[in-house]
Nanobody, 124 residues
């Protein structure tokens, strides 16, 4: 069992930055692909970014590529999402997720564990 706790959300102006953190419990963090998803009320949860264990590759949604950066610290059991040049359309609840089976990183159903989410609000 893995527990994920996100932090770092808040309200910012367009063009500003935020860094989200997600701390995982357990001793096998390095074996999980870690992803970030986001969801607005009334909309489906959408993929944002992922850091695959297999090959150490990173993946990004087209809407955030070049602005967001995912990274992980396996010593601290933490995955980060650095978000720069934020836009109002980035407003959402952001969720951290862990996948133990190396599934397709962009599909939320492939992930086994989820955090409670952290709200990000970007005003124009």
């Amino acid at each position: 069992q893995v527990q994920l706790v996100e932090s770092g959300g808040g309200e910012v102006q367009a063009g500003e930055s935020l860094r989200l953190s997600c701390v995982a419990s357990g001793r096998t963090f390095s074996r999980y692909t870690m992803g970030w998803f986001r969801q607005n009320s009334g909309k489906e949860r959408e993929f944002v970014a992922a850091f695959s264990v297999s090959g150490g590759r990173t993946y990004y949604a087209d809407s955030v590529r070049g602005r967001f950066t995912i990274s992980r610290d396996n010593v601290k059991n933490t995955v980060y999402l650095q978000m720069n040049s934020l836009k109002p359309e980035d407003t959402a609840v952001y969720y951290c997720a862990a996948d133990r089976n190396y599934g397709t990183v962009t599909i939320s159903e492939e992930y086994d564990y989820w955090g409670q989410g952290t709200q990000v609000t970007v005003s124009s």
